[in-house]
């Protein structure tokens, strides 16, 4: 059994914090994913240090990039919450669920949260929005849902009702995406928003250059020196890659992986190796800028992986990027 300390996500004290993602099985595959997540997440722990778990919420969602394809077709998976309660029968430590926000009513928060905390033990929580801004959802955006639990369960208030309940505890996270930049509502401009309505972190897309996270990183202080806030910590994303077929489905989800990137790490002897040295360099060079602003912002890292067979992979990049932190 593996133990973590009880603090929030964007205030630990720990310089790094490491978030390790997982995704939840397809149903009727649990017991057999979870023997081989199981083993994996034995040496995770005895590589390096983790902080939580991050469990995502898989949908069926169309193609988000102009490149890639999807790897295999869409397949109904183990809710979060269950499969977080299975893995935590084995280990001890804690867990992000995340929560696609938009597609449920206020009503269906209200319990599925009071029941996130008081049966599963989960107070950490990453609200995702719709797949499009366009598309109209049944439920609160982003924002909305982020007030909904900090100004209201957090504070032991009902939402339709004049009734009290014992105050919730939950730490929220948003999800940013450094390569959104736009005239109209500008990333750094939708994460103070999604701050200003009780976002205590980000996590990020899955990152492959430094280049859109630094941009990030200076607007967003800039913003945040302006109104004199105090930062969220921002969990950085990174993928390990071993084949076409990673850089195919992270194109597919969204993510901006330059050319030149794809050549070096298949032009060389070591794929493998190769992208968790650019992966390195990419977490060093968002280090080194980070601590040159006159406002630093606190950060950790994501690791996110595509499949069973890079979960070693994955583990590879967490010790390695964790070590790199440490001089910091």
Known sequence: MFTTPVE?????????????????????????????????????FEETDVYALNIPEIQDESKKGDKGKRRQPYKERVSPRNYARSLAKRFDTDFVINRVVVKHSYREHEKWLLDTQEEFGIRNVILVGGERSEDVY?????????????????RGRFRYTEEDTAPTHFNVGNICIP?????????????????????????TQIIAEAEHPISL????????????????????????????????????????????????IFGSSDPVATSLDLAQTVWEKILDFNRQLPLSIPMGINISVMGLRNFENGVRLAKELKMAGVPD
């Not at 401009?189 to 200003?196: I, L, P, Y």
């Not at 945040?224 to 910590?233: A, F, H, N, V």
């Open 138 to 154: 049944p439920g609160p955006s982003v924002s909305e849902g982020n007030r909904f639990v900090k100004h209201f369960l957090n």
């Open 179 to 203: 390569t959104r930049r736009r005239k109209d509502l500008d990333e750094p401009e939708r994460m103070f928003r999604k701050q200003q309505a009780g976002a205590d972190f980000f996590t």
């Open 8 to 44: 929030k996500l964007s205030s630990t004290s720990e310089k790094h914090p490491l978030l390790f993602e997982i995704v939840p099985p397809a149903k009727g595959n649990m017991e057999i994913r979870l023997d081989q997540h199981s083993n994996h997440l034995e040496h995770l």
């Open 217 to 264: 990183l200076r607007d967003y202080s800039e913003i945040l020196q302006d109104e004199d806030l105090s930062p969220p910590r921002i969990y950085w994303s990174f993928s390990p890659v071993s084949s076409k077929k990673d850089i195919d489905f992270l194109r597919w989800l969204g993510v901006y992986i330059p050319e030149r990137t794809e050549n070096l």
